[in-house]
C-alpha cells in the first residue's frame, strides 16, 4: 500500500484543515487507518483512527471534539477534518494503515506510512 497525505497548509487559530489519505496499491479495505503528527524536536504522536469499514473511530485526548476521521472506501481515501485549530497543532501531520483496528495508534504496529503533509497554525 502507497499512502499519500495532503490538504495541510497555513491557517489561523480558530481555522479549520481537512486533510486527505489517498492509497493506491493493495485493498485499502483491508487496513484500518491512522493519522500521526510529528512537530520539530518531538516524538511522532498519535492523533486518531479509523476502522476498516469506518464503524469505529479513536481519538486522541487533544483531538477529541475538534477532529473527526471518515473515509471512503470506493476511493480508497480516508479523511481527517480538524476544526478549532490551536498553534500547538502544529506538525507534519502522516497517515498510516495497519491490519488491525486496536493496534493502529501504536507506530510500531504500523505497516505503511504516507509522506507527511504540513500544518502550521498561526496566533
Known amino acids: 500500500v502507497q499512502l499519500q497525505a495532503s490538504g495541510g497548509g497555513l491557517v489561523q487559530a480558530g481555522g479549520s484543515l481537512r486533510l486527505s489519505c489517498t492509497a493506491s496499491?493493495?485493498?485499502?479495505?483491508?487496513?484500518?487507518v491512522g493519522w500521526f503528527r510529528q512537530a520539530p524536536g518531538k516524538e511522532r504522536e498519535f492523533v486518531a483512527a479509523?476502522?476498516?469499514?469506518?464503524?469505529?473511530?479513536q481519538f486522541a485526548d487533544s483531538a477529541k471534539g475538534r477532529f473527526t476521521i471518515s473515509r471512503d472506501n470506493a476511493k480508497n481515501s480516508v479523511y481527517l477534518q480538524m476544526n478549532s485549530l490551536e498553534p500547538e497543532d502544529t506538525a507534519n501531520y502522516y497517515c498510516?494503515?495497519?491490519?488491525?483496528?486496536?493496534?493502529?495508534?501504536?507506530?510500531?504496529?504500523?505497516?505503511?506510512w504516507g509522506k507527511g503533509t504540513q500544518v502550521t497554525v498561526s496566533s
Open positions: 498510516a494503515a495497519a491490519p488491525y483496528y486496536r493496534n493502529v495508534r501504536f507506530t510500531n504496529h504500523v505497516d505503511y
Open positions: 479509523i476502522s476498516r469499514s469506518g464503524g469505529r473511530t
Open positions: 496499491g493493495r485493498a485499502f479495505s483491508n487496513y484500518a
